[in-house]
């Protein structure tokens, strides 16, 4: 799930894939499509109102459908460079949603969340909890890389403390 890549010695890269995920998701869509059209078929009698409920849910599930595509995070990146972490965020087609560069001279802490709210799950169902690195700076706290584990987590905690302890930089609580 975590792949780290390391170029010219001075770039590091951890990249976190959701593929596996966005397929569990895509698929219960297709549930989804395919559960209330075939409740209609069979409930609903008049020809007219059967086509105009089932182009209605076609519509709606294609247009759901290309939102999530467009909007759904497939890769997180992570880089860290001479005296900056890079997080990045990439959707299916390879374009840039979110891209936001921080100085290591503006991290307060990083640390290990755990989140029991409720949401939609990658399966389709309610989840159970979700898992973040979080990054705070002075004024804007950063999320990098859903449903990691403890384990992730100190593996890239590590790798962000020797980049930052080479830079000669203190902070909080790293």
């Known amino acids: 799930m975590i792949e ?63 939102y999530f595509r467009k909007s759904i995070v497939a890769l997180e990146k992570l880089i860290i460079k001479e005296d900056t972490l890079i997080i990045q965020d990439i959707n299916n087609y390879g374009v840039i949603i979110f891209n936001k560069e921080i100085n290591f001279n503006n991290i307060k802490e990083i640390f290990f969340k755990d989140s029991l709210s409720a949401y939609f799950s990658s399966g389709g169902g309610m989840g159970e909890n979700r898992k973040f ?30 980049e930052i302890l080479k830079k000669n930089t203190k902070f909080n609580n790293i």
Do not use: C
């Open 4 to 66: 780290m890549k390391t170029s010219n010695n001075k770039e590091i890269e951890i990249i976190i894939s959701h593929h596996k995920y966005i397929r569990k998701v895509q698929f219960s869509l297709i549930i989804w499509l395919i559960i209330p059209s075939i409740v209609i078929v069979l409930i609903v009698t008049p020809f007219l109102l059967m086509f105009i409920a089932e182009i209605f849910i076609l519509l709606t599930s294609i247009i759901n459908y290309y």
């Open 133 to 162: 690195l979080k990054i705070r700076t002075f004024n804007e706290l950063f999320s990098f890389g859903i449903l990691i584990d403890r384990n992730e987590y100190n593996q890239i905690k590590a790798i962000i403390q020797k």
